[in-house]
């Protein structure tokens, strides 16, 4: 059983700047897709980002293209998401994900999901 826990949600201007983590339990991270989703109040889970098992390929919502960086660290069993510039629309629910398939933009293709960070960006 893969377990994830996000941090580094919380408050920020519009305009700054949050680094989001997803520490997972599993010894063989390396062989997992992770994927990055969001889930604003009333609204349905998005997809943000996902990245390859070795970090090598990498695509993103177009919502965020230029904005947000995803990335991981194999030998630390962590992703990340770097967002810059961000915009009061980015407020919701951050959530990570993993599966040992191919990368997808589709949150029903993932199998284990952390349980989720606070994003608030204020105007």
């Known amino acids: 059983q893969v377990q994830l826990v996000e941090s580094g949600g919380g408050l920020v201007q519009a305009g700054g700047s949050l680094r989001l983590s997803c520490a997972a339990s599993e010894l063989t991270f390396s062989s997992l897709r992770m994927g990055w989703f969001r889930q604003a109040p009333g609204k349905e889970r998005e997809f943000v980002a996902a990245?390859?098992?070795?970090?090598?390929?990498?695509y993103y919502a177009d919502f965020v293209k230029g904005r947000f960086t995803i990335s991981r660290d194999n030998a630390k069993n962590t992703m990340y998401l770097q967002m810059n510039s961000l915009k009061p629309e980015d407020t919701a629910v951050y959530y990570c994900a993993a599966r040992y398939g191919s990368m997808s933009r589709d949150p029903k293709n993932y199998n284990y999901w952390g349980q989720g960070t606070q994003v608030t960006v204020s105007s």
């Open positions: 990245i390859s098992s070795e970090g090598a390929f990498s």
